[in-house]
């Protein structure tokens, strides 16, 4: 089922110059916009930047925002480890007909953009809905689009997005405890 799911997303790569340059667009930089869109909306949605005092109003909320990150980028050193214990193969490397959009290396089990990209949305999410709905959506963009790529296979974006989700979880219901008082105080 899971290589089914692949060919039939992997089919729609390849199809014409312009639909691969949005493919690649969505799966590799539209990653970045997603970033600093984060950045961007926890900043300003606090009103931190256009504030009398920025860096007062940063301190009061900065726990929102480092919560949104190290949730990320924990997920994403977690779905780096996982890789190297599981040695999953890329799409590419199993089928010799595969020819990926994307220069990938190392192993494929969990997405990392899937599982950074997943407890990001979530972590915002957990704070305001419908922004969490946004990034959500960037998110299950980006793994689709990684999957026409080339570069995952299906299960590789659904491990990633339930480990991001997990991850996100945990250090949310964690926050309040000892290891992570370094946050601040529980919002």
């Known amino acids: ?15 014409s110059a312009f639909g691969d340059k949005l493919i690649v667009f969505f799966a590799e930089i539209f990653p970045y916009f997603i970033v600093l869109g984060a950045v961007v909306f926890l900043f300003f949605h606090h009103e931190v930047l256009p504030s009398r005092n920025p860096f007062g109003v940063f301190i009061k909320k900065w726990r929102e ?16 480890i996982l890789k190297n214990l599981l040695h999953t193969l890329r799409p590419f490397d199993i089928f010799p007909n595969v020819v990926p959009l994307l220069h990938e ?8 953009h899937a599982t950074f990209f997943m407890a990001l949305a979530f972590s ?13 959506g ?15 296979s299906p299960v590789d974006i659904l491990g990633g997005f339930i480990l991001g989700f997990l991850i996100a979880f945990l250090i949310r219901d964690l926050r309040g ?3 992570f008082d370094f946050l601040g105080p529980k919002v």
């Open 124 to 136: 915002i999410f957990f704070f305001h809905r419908k922004a969490g709905y946004f990034f959500i």
């Open 105 to 112: 290396a190392g192993y494929a089990f969990p997405s990392g």
């Open 65 to 80: 925002v480092s919560f949104a990150f190290v949730s990320g980028f924990s997920a994403w050193i977690l779905s780096l």
């Open 1 to 15: 089922m899971n290589n089914q799911i692949f060919f039939f997303f992997y089919n729609l790569a390849h199809t």
């Open 138 to 152: 960037s998110a299950l963009i980006i793994g689709i689009c990684r999957i026409i790529a080339g570069v995952h």
């Open 177 to 179: 405890k000892s290891f």
